[in-house]
């Protein structure tokens, strides 16, 4: 009896450690979207790696992560990585940092750009995800987002995105906006864009946990042991037992 309660609530705190990722990734607010990112996607994290660089380092670095280890982990030749993704004179065993002083960009900014290793873990990829599909014009002209008021940062994709601007809605007496409509084209169409921006979180997301990779295989294989290793304990119960009865 003891004993298979004890296989039990093996099981049902299994059954627990699996949900609990489920019930993470439901969280979320007003303007988010699902994004669909697949962690285990290496084709769309190497895209996103070059979208990465090409936009996004030149102010925001990645200072936990080596360029070897990014060529290691997502299939690429180091000469792969050093002509593709590294433009400044960093060596390829340098972690992904940029020439800018944090102090020169608070200047220009108002805000430093944080670094962004771990954003993935702190604001989650479908928050990123509408993140970088919520930047409008909005009244005086210059950029803003949805998910990130009044945000420093510029929309440094829009030339992809095209502009876009909201259109309001009365909530109580208070204008609220309902949605954001493209006024400009960009280069892709929405679809397109939404894909380039799944690619970019994709990165951001294996940036955040670069073992991710590796450990969701892994865990498929401890979840088969566990199944073997339950399965073992009720043949050995049914043993036990048959002496007693
Ligand atoms: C021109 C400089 C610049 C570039 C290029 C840039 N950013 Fe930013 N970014 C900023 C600044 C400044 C902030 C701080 C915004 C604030 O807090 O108001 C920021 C904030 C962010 C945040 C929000 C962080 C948080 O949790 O508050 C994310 C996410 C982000 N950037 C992602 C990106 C990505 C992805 C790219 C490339 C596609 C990129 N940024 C390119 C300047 C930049």
Redesign the pocket.
Known sequence: MRRSRLTFAALAATAALVFSHVALAAGGGGYVEHSGVNTRDVAAAQRGAK??VN??L???SASYMRYNRLAEDLGLSEEMVMQNLMFSDAKIGDTMDIAMPAAK?EEW??????D?SL?AR??GVDW?YS??KGFYRDETGGWNNLL?P?????H??WQLQGIQEPLYHTVHGEDVIEKLVLVEPGEQTEDEYAHTVRD?VTF?DYLSEPSKLKRKSVGIWVMLFLAFFAFLTYLLKAEYWRDVH
């Open positions: 979208i990465f936009y996004c030149s102010c925001h960009a900014f108002g805000k430093a750009p944080p962004l954003i702190s604001r990123l993140y970088m990130l009044n945000a420093a940062m510029p440094v994709l970019l951001l």
